[in-house]
Nanobody
Framework: QVHLVESGGGAVQGGGSLRLSCAASESISSNYCMAWFRQAPGKEREGVAAIGRVGTTTYADSVKGRFTISKDNADKTLYLRMNSLKPEDTAMYYC?????????????????????WGQGTQVTVSS
């Protein structure tokens, strides 16, 4: 099982930026799909951004144009660059991996499609 550790969260004012990182315990295989999810208190976990085997990306409508997902296979790290942050982006952010997504046409934002998760990193955006 791939172990994931997120970092980079923190407190920022609205309009600010953060970059989240997710370090994997093993090489990010070309067969892997990875994603970022978030969960605010009292709300369900929602998909934010996903990246597929060949770099195809999927974004939630709420973050399109503001967030960018990327991965560095050599560094075994997944990133989420977040710009123009809003108070409604406040949540615990989790990275996730699906180690066998060969059949996927594009990466999904459904939490049940991923089989390994990190412990999360908190992002708090003030107005």
């Amino acid at each position: 099982q791939v172990h994931l550790v997120e970092s980079g969260g923190g407190a920022v004012q609205g309009g600010g930026s953060l970059r989240l990182s997710c370090a994997a315990s093993e090489s990010i295989s070309s067969n892997y799909c990875m994603a970022w999810f978030r969960q605010a208190p009292g709300k369900e976990r929602e998909g934010v951004a996903a990246i597929g085997r060949v770099g195809t990306t999927t974004y939630a409508d709420s973050v399109k144009g503001r967030f960018t997902i990327s991965k560095d296979n050599a560094d075994k790290t997944l990133y989420l660059r977040m710009n123009s942050l809003k108070p409604e982006d406040t949540a615990m952010y989790y990275c996730a991996v699906r180690v066998d997504c060969l059949s996927w046409i594009s990466p999904t934002l459904m939490h049940y499609d991923y089989n390994s998760w990190g412990q999360g990193t908190q992002v708090t955006v003030s107005s």
